[in-house]
């Protein structure tokens, strides 16, 4: 059973940074697909960005596109997202999220980190 542990988030001033980490157990990074999902309060839960076991490819969305980068570490078995120029409405409980082994449906949640931009 892989269990994913998130952490990083905070609260910071509109235009800053943070960097979120998935610490994963019981299962390797480097098999799976890896992502990052958000739910702001009275919003569904919305894909941020993925990267992919195979190649490492990495797809994001619109919204956080140029401004979030999304890594791997394979030696710690940790999943990064780097947040960059952050916005209020980047405001949200932040999951971590795995396939299983090779696969490309996310089966594996973390129980989130909270991230709040301030104006």
């Known amino acids: 059973q892989v269990q994913l542990v998130e952490s990083g988030g905070g609260l910071v001033q509109a235009g800053g940074s943070l960097r979120l980490s998935c610490a994963a157990s019981?299962?390797?990074?480097?098999?799976?697909?890896m992502g990052w999902f958000r739910q702001a309060p009275g919003k569904e839960r919305q894909f941020v960005a993925q990267i992919n076991w195979r190649d490492g490819s990495t797809h994001y969305a619109d919204s956080v596109k140029g401004r979030f980068t999304i890594s791997r570490d394979n030696g710690k078995n940790t999943v990064y997202l780097q947040m960059n120029s952050l916005k209020p409405e980047d405001t949200a409980v932040y999951y971590c999220?795995?396939?299983?082994?090779?696969?490309?449906?996310?089966?594996?949640w973390g129980q989130g980190t909270q991230v709040t931009v301030s104006s």
């Open positions: 999220a795995a396939t299983k082994n090779f696969a490309a449906e996310y089966t594996y």
């Open positions: 019981g299962g390797t990074v480097s098999r799976r697909g």
